[in-house]
């Protein structure tokens, strides 16, 4: 059984940068072809697919996001993470990290093939 699990700081003040990780158990990122991905819903709004790291290391930010926002991982500890530079009160949100076999079913175009989910984590923008 797959789990993961989001950890990070749940206040993160304006102008500084958020950052998450995903511990994953029960399975390795590197396995063929399965994609991780952060994924949000602001409060009140639908989910917001964010970016992803593939199992072999590439990356994919969405087009929206992708100037403040970074994905990498660490092998050695099973885990991968975000950080999103730069935020402002609007990227208060619950983040998820979750897990999607290959290329179809995730991206700007929604989040349906995702198989695995963590609980989510709630991180506020506040002075």
């Known amino acids: 059984q797959v789990q993961l699990q989001e950890s990070g700081p749940g206040l993160v003040k304006p102008s500084q940068t958020l950052s998450l990780t995903c511990t994953v158990s029960?399975?390795?990122?590197?396995?063929?072809?399965?994609?991780w991905s952060w994924i949000r819903q602001p409060p009140g709004k639908g989910l917001e697919w964010m970016g992803a790291i593939a199992y072999s290391g590439s990356t994919y930010y969405s087009p929206s996001l992708k100037s403040r926002t970074s994905i990498s991982r660490d092998t050695s500890k099973n885990q991968f993470t975000l950080q999103l530079s730069s935020v402002t009160p609007e990227d208060t949100a619950v983040y998820y990290c979750?897990?999607?076999?290959?290329?179809?079913?995730?991206?700007?175009?929604?989040?349906?093939?995702?198989?695995?989910w963590g609980k989510g984590t709630l991180v506020t923008v506040s002075s």
């Open positions: 029960g399975g390795s990122i590197t396995t063929n072809y399965y994609y």
């Open positions: 979750a897990r999607a076999w290959g290329r179809t079913g995730w991206g700007d175009t929604g989040v349906y093939g995702m198989d695995y």
